[in-house]
């Protein structure tokens, strides 16, 4: 960036755009949103502009820093480095050259929207006018259906935006207008792309994670941290509870038939999940099952697994096959931290073959011998939670921080 010349950043949301009364709500978060995750690299004015923002930088601004920042916004259709012009035909001409100058290419196309009608020369006219620059200047030929390369000309407020390279956004609706829900995670890969997965659905995640230390390393809440801390960049805040597991798997394991432990685990592990959804406010949990990918994830076990809640257990990835799920923590930055090597609060304590089909006269009958309810409570009791920033991640554990009555 050099000289007088103007950039900004042109933002193109999504699906917000559809949201009729709640629009503006939804505007008002995604604009807080940007602000929010571009804090520490700068302050900027973001003006609205028929349906799009634009992100005026100044002329030291790092755009390579602020794509990537961008890139993770949820409810972004696309956005694009644009240099800002006078909304005059020439100097739109002048600047679109400027930038396919610097491109190799055969074909090209010149797109022109003109949100701003008062703009007297109709939009098919200014493509027109400007392409024929570049046809002369590069030799290339225009092309209007897959075109190597597009410009781009937008008309909007009192200037005129130029751009060539239209990065995608994450889409979806930005998170934080309202909804919450509180989802099990665990290190594994699918439980991260189960929580992303309902973030990008507006709805703000906190995580509950059970872990049976001293049994286990702390490499899995270690590496469950790391996860949040990834999760945490598509959302801006988030929240941990850290729950102590073990006295809860020693009390099943030692009652209970051992095909049926993985089923009691998690029916422990909803029930408290709920304590804590309760506290947060939360409308929902989330789990990463996905139907038949192991054993214990049938319908008649997940029939079980959910009977303890109240809430709603949303299973987003139950439809999934595994290579959809590993490709979406590739792309979002999980997959490293879930295959790493550690103990599972759950393979140490887990049967062989656990029960595919499982009876809740058996559950309820197993459950019946164990008290539940208080080494529950003391499992909430003792719960710690870890607070997340993104971008300053900032994390301080604090003990017995959720406190519930008893029911
Ligand atoms: P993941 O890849 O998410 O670990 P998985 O394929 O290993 O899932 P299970 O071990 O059967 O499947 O766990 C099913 C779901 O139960 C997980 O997706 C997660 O939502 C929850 N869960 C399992 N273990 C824990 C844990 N230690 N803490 C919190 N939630 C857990
Ligand atoms: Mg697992």
Same mark, same amino acid.
């Given at each position: 960036m050099t000289g007088k010349t103007r950039f900004g950043i042109i933002i193109h949301y999504s699906e917000i755009g559809l949201k009729g009364n709640n629009r503006k709500i939804f505007e008002n978060q995604l604009i807080r949103n940007i602000r929010e995750v571009l804090k520490d690299i700068g302050r900027f004015r973001i003006d609205r502009a028929y349906g799009r923002y634009l992100l005026h930088l100044k002329e030291e601004a790092d755009w390579e820093a602020i794509s990537e920042r961008l890139s993770r916004v949820v409810g972004l259709a696309n956005f694009a480095l644009a240099e800002i012009v006078?909304?005059?035909?020439?100097?739109?001409?002048?600047?679109?050259?400027?930038?396919?100058?610097?491109?190799?290419?055969?074909?090209?196309?010149?797109?022109?929207?003109?949100?701003?009608?008062?703009?007297?020369?109709?939009?098919?006219?200014?493509?027109?006018?400007?392409?024929?620059?570049?046809?002369?200047?590069?030799?290339?030929r225009a092309e209007m259906k897959t075109p190597d390369v597009s410009c781009y000309i937008e008309i909007v407020d009192n200037f005129a935006l130029i751009y060539t390279r239209k990065l995608p956004g994450l889409r979806g609706l930005p998170p934080g207008t309202g909804e919450r829900a509180i989802s099990l995670l665990s290190s594994g890969i699918d439980s991260p792309v189960a929580s992303w997965k309902i973030i990008t659905r507006g709805v703000k995640v906190n995580f509950v994670h059970f872990h049976s230390m001293p049994y286990t390393s702390p490499a899995a809440l270690t590496n469950t941290k790391r996860l949040v801390e990834i999760l945490t960049k598509y959302q801006m805040t988030s929240r941990l509870y850290s729950v102590p597991f073990v006295a809860i798997q020693q009390a099943i394991m030692t009652t209970a038939r051992p095909e049926y432990g993985v089923v009691l685990y998690r029916r422990?592990?909803?029930?408290? %999940?709920?304590?804590? !959804?309760?506290? #947060?406010? $939360? +409308?929902?949990?989330?789990?990463?099952?996905?139907? *038949?990918?192991?054993?214990?994830?049938?319908? %008649?076990?997940?029939? !079980?697994?959910? #009977?303890? $809640? +109240?809430?709603?257990?949303?299973?987003?990835?139950? *439809?999934?096959?595994?290579?959809?799920?590993?490709?979406?923590?590739?792309?979002?930055?999980?997959?490293?931290?879930?295959?790493?090597?550690?103990?599972?609060?759950?393979?140490?304590?887990?049967?062989?073959?656990?029960?595919?089909r499982a009876n809740l006269e058996i559950v309820h009958e197993a459950e019946s011998k164990i008290d539940l309810e208080s080494l529950e409570y003391q499992a909430v009791r003792e719960t710690e939670v870890l607070r997340f920033k993104y971008p300053a991640v900032e994390e301080k554990p604090r003990k017995t921080t959720v406190h519930v009555p008893k029911q």
């Amino acid at each position: 960036m050099t000289g007088k010349t103007r950039f900004g950043i042109i933002i193109h949301y999504s699906e917000i755009g559809l949201k009729g009364n709640n629009r503006k709500i939804f505007e008002n978060q995604l604009i807080r949103n940007i602000r929010e995750v571009l804090k520490d690299i700068g302050r900027f004015r973001i003006d609205r502009a028929y349906g799009r923002y634009l992100l005026h930088l100044k002329e030291e601004a790092d755009w390579e820093a602020i794509s990537e920042r961008l890139s993770r916004v949820v409810g972004l259709a696309n956005f694009a480095l644009a240099e800002i012009v006078a909304q005059d035909v020439e100097a739109m001409k002048a600047a679109a050259w400027q930038q396919m100058s610097e491109l190799t290419f055969d074909t090209f196309r010149v797109v022109t929207r003109r949100a701003q009608k008062n703009f007297p020369i109709p939009s098919m006219e200014v493509s027109r006018l400007v392409g024929s620059v570049i046809g002369e200047r590069s030799g290339a030929r225009a092309e209007m259906k897959t075109p190597d390369v597009s410009c781009y000309i937008e008309i909007v407020d009192n200037f005129a935006l130029i751009y060539t390279r239209k990065l995608p956004g994450l889409r979806g609706l930005p998170p934080g207008t309202g909804e919450r829900a509180i989802s099990l995670l665990s290190s594994g890969i699918d439980s991260p792309v189960a929580s992303w997965k309902i973030i990008t659905r507006g709805v703000k995640v906190n995580f509950v994670h059970f872990h049976s230390m001293p049994y286990t390393s702390p490499a899995a809440l270690t590496n469950t941290k790391r996860l949040v801390e990834i999760l945490t960049k598509y959302q801006m805040t988030s929240r941990l509870y850290s729950v102590p597991f073990v006295a809860i798997q020693q009390a099943i394991m030692t009652t209970a038939r051992p095909e049926y432990g993985v089923v009691l685990y998690r029916r422990s592990m909803i029930r408290i %999940a709920e304590t804590i !959804a309760r506290k #947060e406010r $939360a +409308n929902a949990l989330i789990t990463g099952e996905s139907i *038949g990918q192991v054993a214990s994830q049938t319908l %008649a076990n997940m029939r !079980a697994i959910s #009977e303890p $809640a +109240n809430l709603p257990v949303l299973r987003p990835l139950s *439809g999934s096959n595994k290579e959809e799920i590993i490709s979406i923590a590739r792309e979002i930055g999980t997959f490293e931290i879930s295959t790493e090597p550690y103990e599972d609060c759950c393979t140490l304590f887990i049967p062989r073959h656990p029960e595919t089909r499982a009876n809740l006269e058996i559950v309820h009958e197993a459950e019946s011998k164990i008290d539940l309810e208080s080494l529950e409570y003391q499992a909430v009791r003792e719960t710690e939670v870890l607070r997340f920033k993104y971008p300053a991640v900032e994390e301080k554990p604090r003990k017995t921080t959720v406190h519930v009555p008893k029911q």
